[in-house]
T-cell receptor, first 113, second 114 residues
């Protein structure tokens, strides 16, 4: 079956450094991808999305890269701050599904002062 | 602007009891969803409502029912709670019917079934 997975369950980053969170997906038919951030006790918060006709998209301090050849998605956070400590999820939407998003298990990012 | 509001925030039930989780949104979104989140398993879709008046099953619908009361409100009912339903439940909305629209989540209801 299809799955969305993350390469590493945890990531420790020094404050001020750049963070890279990776996500592998296996459904080549997926055409829409989203990154979410979830802080303790809260719901997932939308960070950035990208469509399959794009390779890169930038937001405020974040960049998402999509490599369809190897089915890889990454989230880059520039100048990581303590407030970036959270669990990060990637999600994909298969082309055949209008409503179903498949979520990965998440990567826990800890920012060291 | 509250976004997506879920009530209650916490609930403890005994096996066999029933309850309804409430979700209301003020984002004027058409689609609403119920997910559950369990450790190490990611978010799994229970039910969704593409628009007012329609509901459909997701990945894990057994043991649940839903009602799309109006455009703003989407409730999730557990008729006879089981310990396997201990989880964090999230309601979400999206603005465009179907494609290329991110979900916006509430802050969840933490349910424990003993």
């Amino acid at each position: 079956g299809e799955s969305v997975g993350l390469h590493l369950p945890t990531l420790s980053v020094q404050e001020g450094d750049n963070s890279i969170i990776n996500c592998a997906y296996s459904n080549s038919a997926s055409d829409y991808f989203i990154w979410y951030k979830q802080e303790s006790g809260k719901g997932p918060q939308f960070i950035i999305d990208i469509r399959s006709n794009m390779d890169k998209r930038q937001g405020q301090r974040v960049t998402v890269l999509l490599n369809k050849t190897v089915k890889h998605l990454s989230l880059q956070i520039a100048a990581t701050q303590p407030g970036d400590s959270a669990v990060y999820f990637c999600a994909e939407r298969p082309l055949v599904s209008d409503y179903k998003l498949s979520f990965g298990a998440g990567t826990t990012v800890t920012v060291r002062a | 602007n509250a976004g997506v509001t879920q009530t209650p925030k916490f609930q403890v039930l005994k096996t066999g009891q029933s309850m309804t989780l409430q979700c209301a949104q003020d984002m004027n979104h058409n689609s609403m969803y119920w997910y559950r989140q369990d450790p190490g398993m990611g978010l799994r879709l229970i039910y969704y409502s593409a628009s007012e008046g329609t509901t459909d099953k997701g990945e894990v619908p057994n043991g649940y029912n839903v009602s799309r009361l109006n455009k703003r409100e989407f409730s999730l009912r557990l008729e006879s709670a089981a310990p396997s339903q201990t989880s964090v439940y999230f309601c979400a909305t999206s603005s465009i019917q179907g494609r290329n629209s991110p979900l916006h989540f509430g802050n969840g209801t933490r349910l424990t079934v003993t």
